[in-house]
């Protein structure tokens, strides 16, 4: 269908809440390949350990039709509580956390340590060669912090994946 | 009062009984023996044994579509499970409520790749609405109740209960259904009443209306289909249906206007292509049914009533989604509508009956009979006109004799139409037959097959002889996979590649190697005769019912195509299937 085609793709944050049961999160991903939507980053992790309920945050793509389909298939999986799509029904915070490594001698691990204050980075780990950086922030920054350790010795990142919140004083 | 202390396998047949099951399809095997233990010493459950899990599944749905309650059947591990996939695929796209309680290898063993191991939860997932891998016995009881419920409510569908054999062999507390409210999966049968107050404006403005409904009407319940009935008769507005909702509306009716679809009805195709107002009800703007897309009933305002809020805006845009369950939504529309004084525009409603009656002029089902053999058509209208007066149940297989099933077979009342829609499954047919012939012994269970799909669960002719299931079998008889050799001439030049069976079985001799009657009618003048023979005989048939080879199915709207772009078979038609429309199945 033409018009589908020139849709514009939009990126949305989903944050899910769930039953924390054996193959929950293979239902979601299952959902998600099956059905050939896009997953951008997925964070998953207990969220209330007496109610046993897990919050998985999701950042797709898909133009307007099928983020609104990727929105119903997931609330009418059994164990999903509820699904908010932090994108538009909430003004909302996303934050990622990395942890970079980064290796190098003499001007170039001067420049690291100081581009990482820059940032707010902490050390969380050093050696006469090299670095690991803890960096919080939205998945901008942590991009733009990574391009510019890359020239300087870049040899590792993990990342966690976005989690989201609303703002203000209402819960999801 | 204290839970009685029950055996895993005790508290899955109490479960089954205490949910109102008295039969189950099965096959047993090593992971299963203790629930077959516990189902010998219990007179409240009767079993069918099936002669493939597959078939089980279907029977299961057999029953379950023929019944309006949901199937259940039993399988072993591994292969059992593995078997039986098709037919649960088969229910999740049909919307149909069975129950696959499936043995595994003690919870120990699972991921050692033991003998008969399967990740039956994990192959399932996809083609389950939900499944369970029970790990401890204490949570045995609640889970059968849960996939009861999950099966049953919402958009029905299939479930697997995956029983490792340790648990089956456990002790722990039954408990029974009673307050099992849901916590996470409660749908809404209430639609919204202001979109609803706004489609019964709709329906006084309207000037070319169509009803267009669907499986969604029969799985809603009896109700549904009695108040999808009063919609039609107060509103005036035609009715059409997908292949899955046949017998929801009364065929004999004059606001029929048959199937739509691939090989729908001219009047049906045309209607929904020129509406004004399409109100679609319990259906899911399927492929089959709205060919090309970006040109489908491109002026009409749309409503769509659905209990499954993933089927709106999934394919086409609707303009008024209600979510919620047809015979709640129905109920609604009709107060609202007759509040309101039902006004409908009479006069632009006699204009679109007008232009209906012109396209129902096409006669686009029409055929001429031949002297002396017989045509696939002629044989499904002497079948129905032999029984149509009778207690009869009709599944299908998946090809041309299905649609030419739905084209000349006509339903006055829901759940007597078992067709493998969205999944196509050939074999289906049969093995339904036969779960609907035990749901009702006495009535005349007949499965409309085609000789190629029959040969996928041919072998449960030897489960209706044991079971003394007098399902029979009409088997439209052309030598081909008709459908396929059908799209081969359209779309591959004629090349007919390996769409035609050189070495068919003489049906009627395999009819009686397994103790059942083969019958064959090869002239039209002897079907009548033939057809009279198999449905005074009171135990299964085989009847091979030769038809002409090359009949093709028509009214088609071939792939990429429209629903005004409509084949008929004619001579001068050139057959030309755009390059998009190919790469569509």
């Given at each position: 269908m033409s018009?589908?085609?020139?849709?514009?793709?939009?990126?949305?944050?989903?944050?899910?809440?769930v039953d924390n049961e054996a193959g929950v999160l293979a239902r979601v991903i299952g959902l998600f390949s099956g059905r050939g939507y896009n997953i951008e980053s997925l964070t998953v992790a207990e969220v209330d350990h007496e109610g046993h309920t897990s919050r998985i945050t999701i950042v797709t793509t898909g133009t307007p039709m099928i983020i609104e389909q990727i929105k119903a298939q997931l609330g009418r999986l059994v164990p999903v509580h509820k699904v908010v799509d932090l994108t538009v029904e909430h003004d909302s915070i996303e934050r990622e956390m990395a942890l970079v490594k980064v290796v190098g001698t003499g001007e170039k691990r001067v420049e690291s340590l100081r581009l990482?204050?820059?940032?707010?980075?902490?050390?969380?780990?050093?050696?006469?060669?090299?670095?690991?950086?803890?960096?919080?922030?939205?998945?901008?920054?942590?991009?733009?912090?990574?391009?510019l350790m890359r020239p300087l010795g870049l040899v590792e990142v993990s990342r966690t994946g976005v989690v989201a919140i609303g703002r203000g004083a209402s819960d999801m | 009062m204290a839970s009685p202390q029950m055996t895993g396998a005790e508290i899955v047949v109490q479960a089954l009984v205490d949910q109102g099951v008295d039969v189950i399809f099965g096959y047993p095997g090593g992971a299963v023996l203790p629930i077959y233990d516990a189902l010998f010493k219990t007179d409240k459950i009767r079993h069918i044994l099936v002669r493939h899990e597959q078939a089980a599944a279907h029977a299961a749905e057999g029953y379950a579509r023929s019944t309006g309650k949901p199937g259940v059947f039993l399988v072993t591990s591994g292969p059992g499970a593995t078997n039986a996939v098709t037919g649960l695929a088969d229910a999740l796209l049909d919307s149909i409520p069975i129950i696959c309680l499936s043995g595994q290898v003690a919870s120990?063993?699972?991921?050692?790749?033991?003998?008969?191991?399967?990740?039956?939860?994990?192959?399932?997932?996809p083609c389950t609405k939900h499944n369970w891998l029970v790990k401890r016995p204490e949570d045995l009881s609640r889970i059968m109740h849960e996939a009861f419920y999950v099966a049953k409510n919402g958009r029905p569908g299939p479930v697997v209960v995956d029983l490792p054999k340790d648990i089956q062999f456990a002790e722990a507390p039954y408990r029974g259904p009673e307050n099992i409210a849901h916590k996470t999966y409660v749908p809404k049968l209430k639609g919204d009443l202001k979109a609803i107050t706004q489609v019964a404006e709709m329906i006084g403005k309207a000037e070319r209306p169509i009803l267009y409904t669907g499986g969604g009407v029969i799985n809603s319940g009896p109700a549904a289909s009695q108040l999808l009935r009063e919609l039609a008769r107060s509103t005036g507005f035609p009715v059409t249906s997908t292949l899955m909702g046949l017998g929801a509306f009364p065929a004999s009716d004059k606001q029929w206007l048959g199937m739509l679809g691939m090989h729908g009805t001219v009047e049906a195709n045309y209607a929904m292509h020129d509406c004004d107002l399409m109100i679609c009800v319990g259906a899911r703007f399927d492929?089959?049914?709205?060919?090309?897309?970006?040109?489908?009933?491109?002026?009409?305002?749309?409503?769509?009533?659905?209990?499954?809020?993933?089927?709106?805006?999934k394919t086409v845009h609707v303009d008024v989604p209600i979510v919620g369950d047809v015979a709640h939504v129905l109920e609604d529309?009709?107060?609202?509508?007759?509040?309101?004084?039902?006004?409908?525009?009479?006069?632009?409603?006699?204009?679109?009956?007008?232009?209906?009656?012109?396209?129902?002029?096409?006669?686009?089902?029409?055929?001429?009979?031949?002297?002396?053999?017989?045509?696939p058509q002629q044989a499904i209208q002497h079948l129905y006109k032999a029984v149509k007066d009778k207690d009869i149940y009709i599944s299908t297989e998946v090809g041309q004799h299905q649609m030419w099933a739905a084209q000349h077979f006509h339903f006055e009342d829901p759940n007597r139409w078992m067709t493998s829609g969205g999944l196509g499954t050939m074999g289906y047919g049969f093995p339904a037959a036969i779960g609907a012939q035990v749901a009702h012994p006495k009535a005349l269970c007949i499965d409309i097959a085609g000789d190629a799909s029959i040969l996928m669960n041919m072998q449960e002719m030897s489960t209706a002889v044991q079971h003394d299931l007098p399902v029979k079998v009409f088997i439209?008889?052309?030598?081909?996979?008709?459908?396929?050799?059908?799209w081969q001439e359209l779309l591959h030049g004629g090349r007919y590649s390996h769409s035609y069976t050189e070495a068919l079985p003489d049906f009627v001799k395999l009819a009686e190697a397994y103790g059942g009657k083969g019958l064959r009618a090869t002239h039209p003048d002897e079907l009548d005769d033939k057809i009279a023979e198999m449905i005074e005989t009171p135990g299964p048939v085989l009847f091979d019912c030769v038809v002409v080879t090359e009949e093709n199915c028509y009214p088609m709207i071939p792939s990429g195509a429209a629903h005004n772009e409509m084949l008929f078979g004619t001579e001068k038609e050139a057959h030309e299937v755009s390059e998009e429309g190919k790469i569509l199945v």
């Open positions: 018009i589908m085609k020139e849709e514009i793709q939009e990126r949305h944050c989903l944050a899910a809440l990482s204050e820059a940032f707010r980075a902490r050390v969380i780990d050093t050696t006469h060669s090299s670095f690991i950086f803890e960096l919080t922030g939205a998945p901008s920054k942590i991009d733009a912090f990574v391009n | 120990h063993l699972i991921g050692s790749d033991a003998f008969q191991e399967a990740d039956t939860v994990g192959i399932t997932r492929d089959r049914v709205t060919g090309r897309i970006d040109k489908f009933s491109p002026g009409s305002t749309k409503v769509h009533i659905d209990i499954d809020p993933s089927s709106i805006n529309l009709l107060r609202v509508w007759k509040a309101k004084g039902r006004q409908a525009n009479k006069q632009a409603l006699a204009r679109w009956w007008q232009q209906i009656d012109e396209w129902r002029h096409v006669k686009c089902l029409e055929y001429k009979p031949y002297q002396d053999r017989i045509r439209l008889n052309n030598g081909y996979m008709g459908m396929v050799r059908q």
